[in-house]
T-cell receptor, first 116, second 115 residues
Framework: GNSVTQMEGPVTLSEEAFLTINCTYT??????LFWYVQYPGEGLQLLLK?????DKGSNKGFEATYRKETTSFHLEKGSVQVSDSAVYFC???????????????FGKGTKLSVKP | ETGVTQTPRHLVMGMTNKKSLKCEQH?????MYWYKQSAKKPLELMFV???????ENNSVPSRFSPECPNSSHLFLHLHTLQPEDSALYLC??????????????FGPGTRLTVL
C-alpha cells in the first residue's frame, strides 16, 4: 500500500543553520508529493508540492525535489529562523487507476525547534 | 470569519456523554474532511464528503457519526467514546475531492479529552 516515512524528531537547530528533513515514500501509480507545516495552535498549511518526477517545489525559502529513483522528497532550507519552529508533515496523494487523485497520506510529522 | 473554523477548540467529556464537533468553511469549497491527529501516529483520514455526499469512511467506529447538512458545514457527533479516542480532530476543506489534486485547507482543530 501507499505510505510515507519521515525522519523522527524533534530536530533542534540554531538560527541560520541548514535544515534537512528526510522523507521517503511507497506508492502505486503516479503520486504527487507535499510538505505541510503546522504552527503551534494552528491547523496544517500547504508549504510546497511537486506533481511529477524531478519537479522542485519551493516556498518561503524551503525546497524539496521529487526524486523518483530514490522515492524521496526531502525538505531543505538554507538558513532557518526562529519563526520556522513548527511540525512538518510529508504527504502523498497517489493517482487512482481511474485517473482521479487519491486522498492525502501523511507521515508522522517532524517537530522543528529553532533557537535564537 | 475566514478560512476554516472549528468549535469548540477544547472539549473534555466522559465516556457516557454525547457531544458534537462543528466545522465551518468560508471558502466556497465542495469537499470537507475529518482527520484524527494522535501523538506519535500519522494523521488519519476519517471521513470525506464531496458535494454533501459521504464518499469515504475509513473504517471509523460507529461511535463517531458525521453529518454534512450543506457544503459549508460539517459535524462530528460523538457518543460513548473511549479514552483512546482522545486526540486532536482536524477538519479540512478543498474545492472538490477526486479528479485533480485540490489543496486542502485545515482548521485549527478541536482538542478532545475523553475521561
Amino acid at each position: 500500500g501507499n505510505s510515507v516515512t519521515q525522519m523522527e524528531g524533534p530536530v533542534t537547530l540554531s538560527e541560520e543553520a541548514f535544515l534537512t528533513i528526510n522523507c521517503t515514500y511507497t506508492a502505486t501509480g503516479y503520486p504527487s508529493l507535499f510538505w505541510y507545516v503546522q504552527y503551534p495552535g494552528e491547523g496544517l498549511q500547504l508549504l510546497l508540492k511537486a506533481t511529477k518526477a524531478d519537479d522542485k517545489g519551493s516556498n518561503k525559502g524551503f525546497e524539496a525535489t521529487y526524486r523518483k529513483e530514490t522515492t524521496s522528497f526531502h525538505l531543505e532550507k538554507g538558513s532557518v529562523q526562529v519563526s520556522d519552529s513548527a511540525v512538518y508533515f510529508c504527504a502523498l496523494s497517489a493517482r487512482n487507476y481511474g485517473g482521479s487523485q487519491g486522498n492525502l497520506i501523511f507521515g508522522k510529522g517532524t517537530k522543528l525547534s529553532v533557537k535564537p | 470569519e475566514t478560512g476554516v473554523t472549528q468549535t469548540p477548540r477544547h472539549l473534555v467529556m466522559g465516556m457516557t456523554n454525547k457531544k458534537s464537533l462543528k466545522c465551518e468553511q468560508h471558502l466556497g469549497h465542495n469537499a470537507m474532511y475529518w482527520y484524527k491527529q494522535s501523538a506519535k501516529k500519522p494523521l488519519e483520514l476519517m471521513f470525506v464528503y464531496n458535494f454533501k455526499e459521504q464518499t469515504e469512511n475509513n473504517s471509523v467506529p460507529s461511535r463517531f457519526s458525521p453529518e454534512c447538512p450543506n457544503s459549508s458545514h460539517l459535524f462530528l457527533h460523538l457518543h460513548t467514546l473511549q479514552p483512546e479516542d482522545s486526540a486532536l480532530y482536524l477538519c479540512a476543506s478543498s474545492q472538490d475531492a477526486g479528479g485533480g489534486f485540490a489543496e486542502q485547507f485545515f482548521g485549527p482543530g478541536t482538542r478532545l479529552t475523553v475521561l
